[in-house]
């Protein structure tokens, strides 16, 4: 194909490819960074004199009409310098290789791996805010809904429902503070450093950075694609790493309670919640657990491959880069935070039968020590043992809490402290009834970040407040990288009419 003249090509792609540009919104691809930093190269370095003014036109012509190419349906969008460039010289002639002064597919790639990644994070963040959204919605639902809490498998503690979700939900915030902490590690361009150490060219790197919406540049260049390139994939996979573990906690807490015949608690039926076993008419299986939880495995395993990969490798080797591998990695997470958010919204709890389980059981015999300790001086470990001895004996005899025949409880206590100098049980048969009372004793609870009404209500604020900071914080890194490419558009347009 014959090339126009130089200022005919720039008259034709200043009126008409100009406001295609403008209009056209192409993904944010490998292709779409790579235009980016052509575009943006041509007008600094215009700027700044290293390109010579007579070669300006044609060469953000030639730009500008490969990238006008690419957004056709069916073009081809190359993601790699190398496959790239030819297109530039097809359209311009070999002078457009002027832009490569000072550059090198390493730094470049650099650049775009990093403004891929910044973005899956961002979305990331997206849908880790929704789902905590949820999380803490149904925790101001359940502040006052008492349900059995489980250490090592085994009904612990009574609890409110919604002081247990915001524990999940305090993980959640901490997986937000490790995106935002990532993000500004990643947050940083590469352009200029070319291969190990910069250029000869006095290339602005700072207005490239601003060009393409980076908070800074990675200061030393031998890091910039060497060592910081490599590792950027590997943190990222450790916050994914962390949200599958939290997701995964979750989602077993609640399976285990369809091994019950009467579960407290279990996601509403269909919506593709649940499904009917093919063989047992009465089973209702929890697809919709058993999908999140696999997603989550999922998450942990592509994560897992950034550490494998970087591994043993020397300085700069491309094996843990892989644009498509991160993305996967991040997708994977974002995919199993919507399972997740769909879970709390089909969560259905039943107070009546958390109650039951219970008061069925004796999670609330510590309590009989506490109070003996706190208000009776009694030490904690001779509490301890009465409490022991009371469920022992209730076990034997199987008597339920608030059934406990209270001349036991005395019979009982005065066996434990005969060592020690003998004496009554202190507690009124009212008062041992009330201690094993699951409600009273989570409202009675005095520690800070107790489920206690005043402290639930200051946590359901704390993290409300930090949700709404953390769209805060993503609206406006989005909005700074959009404004930054509407910047470089503007001044490239204006590149490109200055020729006509």
């Not at 031998?222 to 599958?244: F, K, L």
């Not at 009273?440 to 359901?460: H, Y």
Request: proline share 5%; with cysteine; aromatic share 6%.
């Amino acid at each position: 194909m014959s090339r126009l003249p130089t200022f005919a090509l720039a008259l034709i792609l200043s009126v008409q490819v100009a406001p295609v540009l403008a209009e056209t919104a192409p993904r944010r691809d490998e292709f779409f960074w790579l235009g980016e930093m052509n575009k943006a190269t041509a007008v600094i370095n215009t700027d700044e004199g290293l390109l010579d003014q007579a070669m300006v036109p044609r060469i953000a012509g030639g730009i500008a009409k490969v990238l006008v190419d690419a957004s056709r349906p069916g073009a081809k969008r190359p993601s790699s310098v190398i496959t790239f460039e030819p297109l530039l010289i097809a359209a311009a002639g070999p002078e457009v290789t002027l832009l490569h002064a000072g550059r090198s597919s390493q730094d470049m790639h650099a650049t775009y791996r990093a403004a891929m990644l910044r973005e899956d994070l961002l979305n990331l963040a997206e849908q880790l805010n929704r789902t905590s959204a949820s999380m803490v919605r149904l925790a101001a639902q359940h502040r006052a809904t008492i349900v059995p809490n489980y250490t090592n498998g085994v009904a612990a503690q009574p609890n409110s429902f919604g002081h247990y979700l915001l524990g999940h939900a305090a993980g959640l915030e901490r997986d937000a503070q490790r995106i935002r902490e990532t993000y500004g590690r990643i947050d940083r361009c590469a352009m200029g450093t070319t291969v190990l150490n910069g250029t000869s060219w006095p290339l602005n790197r700072p207005r490239m950075a601003s060009y393409l919406g980076f908070a800074s540049i990675v200061d030393n260049a031998y890091d910039a694609a060497q060592i910081s390139s490599t590792e950027e994939p590997v943190e990222v996979g450790a916050v994914v790493t962390s949200i599958a573990l939290h997701a995964g906690s979750f989602i077993e807490d609640v399976m285990t309670q369809y091994a019950q015949p009467r579960p407290w608690i279990l996601l509403q039926e269909g919506g593709g919640n649940t499904y009917v076993s093919s063989a047992m008419p009465q089973k209702r299986n929890p697809g919709l657990l058993n999908a999140t939880r696999r997603e989550a495995s999922t998450a942990v395993s592509l994560a897992m491959g950034t550490i494998i990969q970087a591994h043993n490798i020397t300085p700069g080797m491309g094996d843990a880069k892989e644009v498509s591998a991160s993305s996967a990695m991040v997708n994977s997470a974002i995919t199993l935070l919507k399972g997740w958010d769909k879970i709390l919204n089909a969560l259905v709890v039943d107070p009546q039968r958390s109650l039951e389980e219970l008061n069925s059981d004796w999670t609330a015999s510590q309590e009989l020590a506490d109070v003996l300790m706190r208000k009776y001086k009694l030490p904690f470990r001779l509490g301890h043992h009465f409490a022991s001895e009371v469920v022992d004996f209730a076990k034997e005899h199987q008597i339920k809490p608030l059934d406990f025949p209270y001349d036991q409880a005395q019979r009982i206590y005065r066996d434990a402290v005969k060592d020690v100098g003998g004496g009554e049980l202190p507690m009124s048969e009212q008062e041992f009834r009330s201690t094993l009372d699951p409600v009273a004793i989570v409202n009675n609870r005095a520690t800070s970040g107790g489920p206690q009404p005043v402290e639930m209500d200051r946590m359901l604020k704390g993290a409300q407040r930090s949700l709404s900071q953390q769209d805060a914080w993503i609206t406006e890194h989005r909005t700074r990288i959009d404004a930054a490419l509407v910047r470089l558009d503007n001044d490239f347009e204006q590149l490109l009419h200055a020729a006509r």
